[in-house]
């Protein structure tokens, strides 16, 4: 029973990566995005990490966790795009009919972006270190880092999905990119959490993509604070969103 | 409005402006029609404004920093931002009237190219006023200066305008060019770039990063937002104004040239 089911997801996993690789135009675009915010920020930001309060050992680093959070939830957002053009094309439907348990369709997008998510680190990764981004944290440290925007990419993953499978149109691809967007920049994005001054305080404050970011920036400062909350709201994240995602699996059904 | 154009045809003298006029009822009318295209481009600068606000506020401690209020520096940046979105808006209009055969039965029209494409701008002009409006409005009531007071909101109106036209120019050419609304939706990123390696969130003396600089020193972006904030905080520079201003007559004369030699050659085929 459980190995026709990963045979499935395995199958869409890779279908979607080798649809993203022999497609420059659409992968391209979304390894450059990240590159294009570290660069702007930490190239022209820089002097804010001398702003009185601020305390984070390297401007550069602080705002890399930033950009891989960033790259990973997109990248969730991304998959969920391809899972709406293949319903749109008919795609969809198909592979409804061709797998044991539907759920496994989701997976298998899942998987695809999760594997998609190991060149965006690498390439980001590189790109800061050759930019001077120091590195205060240990090798688990690190790991801990990248575990956390590895989940943030499935509860984007999953999200997408519900919002892809609902609709199944392109067209509602600014529902799954603005929320995303949007949440990501409510998290204190320039300076640390007590910086913040004026409205979004309370908003960040509220925001559970602050809590990854925060975790994350203390793995990477060798300094780990807030892994609890921060895996904790992972958690619930992906949770949520798995439930919202098998409804939206439901709603294609229905829709046949 | 082809019984305008039919009536101008029978009015000698006046037959461009009066072309120009029906263009310019039906861009604005189709603008107010889509609401969906015109509060994205309304409120997504203010959403990024007070992003930037909250999030870079500290920056004003900075020694060197021209102001002790981050909204009334980050302020002229939202303007830009908007006259960026009436690229697109004003490129998946036209690009919309060629793709649906609109633009195949005007040429079959007296319509002139001019009347044609100032028609297309003419609600950008529009919008962008609104969003000037709005924009410092909401600035003023978030606790921003402007300097230059009430003879500078004309000159900032002044600006917005000819900055609208510019970057709806290219918006245009890209529509002519390509016919293809998702074409032009394509070139967002493109502006996006321009917009962020400029000086938008920090004068450029103060960017650390010699690259960073020099980029956004060549960037005639960074001319533009410091034109409108320079009325924001030392009220009248004429030398910011008059670079702001250059740049931006350079942009509009520039797209508006292109756009309509690349209408000609799309008559002509």
Redesign the interface.
């Given at each position: 029973m459980i190995r026709p089911y990963f045979s499935s997801a395995w199958a869409v996993a890779w279908r979607y990566l080798h649809n993203l690789y022999t497609k420059p135009a659409v992968f391209i675009p979304s390894l450059l995005f990240p590159l294009f915010f570290l660069a702007a920020f930490a190239g022209g930001l820089s002097v804010v990490g001398k702003a009185p309060g601020f305390g984070y050992y390297d401007f550069t680093a602080f705002q890399f966790c930033f950009v891989l959070i960033q790259a990973s939830t997109l990248a969730g957002v991304f998959a969920g795009f391809s899972i709406a053009a293949d319903f749109e094309q008919g795609m969809g439907r198909r592979m409804m009919l061709a797998t044991i348990h539907r759920s496994s369709i989701v997976v298998g997008f899942a998987i695809g972006a999760a594997s998609r998510l190991l060149l965006t680190w690498v390439v980001v990764t590189g790109v800061a270190l050759l930019g001077g981004m120091s590195v205060a944290g240990s090798g688990i440290n690190l790991a801990g880092m990248f575990s956390l925007a590895l989940l943030g990419n499935i509860a984007a993953l999953l999200f997408s999905a519900g919002i892809a499978l609902r609709f199944r149109s392109l067209q509602a691809g600014p529902l799954m990119q603005m929320p995303v967007f949007i949440i990501l920049f409510l998290a204190p994005v320039y300076v640390p959490q007590n910086l913040l001054t004026g409205w979004i305080e309370p908003a960040a404050s509220v925001n559970p993509v602050t809590a990854l970011l925060n975790a994350a920036r203390s793995l990477m400062a060798g300094e780990p604070t807030g892994l609890l909350a921060a895996y904790g709201v992972a958690a619930g994240m992906i949770l949520v969103m798995a439930v919202w995602a098998i409804k939206g699996l439901r709603s294609a059904e229905t829709a046949g | 409005m082809s019984t305008a154009v039919a009536t101008a045809g029978t009015a000698g003298g006046s037959i461009l402006s009066v072309q120009v006029a029906a263009m310019a009822a039906r861009s604005v009318v189709r603008l107010l029609r889509q609401p969906a295209a015109i509060i994205p481009s309304v409120i997504f600068p203010l959403?990024?404004l007070?992003?930037?606000?909250?999030?870079?506020?500290?920056?004003t401690?900075?020694p060197g920093f021209p102001t002790d209020s981050y909204i009334t520096f980050a302020l002229g940046f939202t303007f830009i931002q908007a006259a960026i979105f009436s690229t697109m808006n004003a490129g998946q209009g036209l690009a919309q009237d060629i793709e649906n055969g609109f633009f195949s039965r005007l040429l079959l029209t007296p319509m002139r190219p001019t009347a044609l494409m100032a028609g297309q701008l003419a609600g950008l002009v529009l919008l962008g006023q609104f969003q000037a409006l709005l924009y410092l409005a909401v600035g003023l009531a978030a606790g921003a200066d402007f300097a230059a007071g009430v003879g500078g909101y004309f000159v900032l109106a002044a600006l917005v305008s000819i900055i609208s036209v510019g970057f709806g120019g290219i918006g245009l050419i890209m529509a002519i060019r390509t016919g293809s609304g998702e074409a032009v939706q394509g070139m967002f990123?493109l502006m996006f770039?321009l917009l962020?390696?400029s000086s938008m969130?920090?004068p450029r003396d103060?960017?650390?990063?010699d690259?960073?600089r020099t980029i956004?020193t060549i960037n005639p972006i960074s001319y533009l937002i410091e034109a409108i904030r320079s009325l924001m905080i030392t009220g009248w520079d004429p030398e910011a104004l008059a670079l702001g201003f250059g740049i931006a007559i350079v942009l509009a004369i520039a797209s508006i040239s292109l756009a309509a030699a690349s209408l000609k050659g799309r008559m002509l085929k």
């Amino acid at each position: 029973m459980i190995r026709p089911y990963f045979s499935s997801a395995w199958a869409v996993a890779w279908r979607y990566l080798h649809n993203l690789y022999t497609k420059p135009a659409v992968f391209i675009p979304s390894l450059l995005f990240p590159l294009f915010f570290l660069a702007a920020f930490a190239g022209g930001l820089s002097v804010v990490g001398k702003a009185p309060g601020f305390g984070y050992y390297d401007f550069t680093a602080f705002q890399f966790c930033f950009v891989l959070i960033q790259a990973s939830t997109l990248a969730g957002v991304f998959a969920g795009f391809s899972i709406a053009a293949d319903f749109e094309q008919g795609m969809g439907r198909r592979m409804m009919l061709a797998t044991i348990h539907r759920s496994s369709i989701v997976v298998g997008f899942a998987i695809g972006a999760a594997s998609r998510l190991l060149l965006t680190w690498v390439v980001v990764t590189g790109v800061a270190l050759l930019g001077g981004m120091s590195v205060a944290g240990s090798g688990i440290n690190l790991a801990g880092m990248f575990s956390l925007a590895l989940l943030g990419n499935i509860a984007a993953l999953l999200f997408s999905a519900g919002i892809a499978l609902r609709f199944r149109s392109l067209q509602a691809g600014p529902l799954m990119q603005m929320p995303v967007f949007i949440i990501l920049f409510l998290a204190p994005v320039y300076v640390p959490q007590n910086l913040l001054t004026g409205w979004i305080e309370p908003a960040a404050s509220v925001n559970p993509v602050t809590a990854l970011l925060n975790a994350a920036r203390s793995l990477m400062a060798g300094e780990p604070t807030g892994l609890l909350a921060a895996y904790g709201v992972a958690a619930g994240m992906i949770l949520v969103m798995a439930v919202w995602a098998i409804k939206g699996l439901r709603s294609a059904e229905t829709a046949g | 409005m082809s019984t305008a154009v039919a009536t101008a045809g029978t009015a000698g003298g006046s037959i461009l402006s009066v072309q120009v006029a029906a263009m310019a009822a039906r861009s604005v009318v189709r603008l107010l029609r889509q609401p969906a295209a015109i509060i994205p481009s309304v409120i997504f600068p203010l959403f990024l404004l007070g992003v930037n606000v909250g999030g870079l506020n500290s920056a004003t401690q900075i020694p060197g920093f021209p102001t002790d209020s981050y909204i009334t520096f980050a302020l002229g940046f939202t303007f830009i931002q908007a006259a960026i979105f009436s690229t697109m808006n004003a490129g998946q209009g036209l690009a919309q009237d060629i793709e649906n055969g609109f633009f195949s039965r005007l040429l079959l029209t007296p319509m002139r190219p001019t009347a044609l494409m100032a028609g297309q701008l003419a609600g950008l002009v529009l919008l962008g006023q609104f969003q000037a409006l709005l924009y410092l409005a909401v600035g003023l009531a978030a606790g921003a200066d402007f300097a230059a007071g009430v003879g500078g909101y004309f000159v900032l109106a002044a600006l917005v305008s000819i900055i609208s036209v510019g970057f709806g120019g290219i918006g245009l050419i890209m529509a002519i060019r390509t016919g293809s609304g998702e074409a032009v939706q394509g070139m967002f990123p493109l502006m996006f770039v321009l917009l962020f390696f400029s000086s938008m969130a920090m004068p450029r003396d103060l960017i650390e990063q010699d690259w960073y600089r020099t980029i956004a020193t060549i960037n005639p972006i960074s001319y533009l937002i410091e034109a409108i904030r320079s009325l924001m905080i030392t009220g009248w520079d004429p030398e910011a104004l008059a670079l702001g201003f250059g740049i931006a007559i350079v942009l509009a004369i520039a797209s508006i040239s292109l756009a309509a030699a690349s209408l000609k050659g799309r008559m002509l085929k």
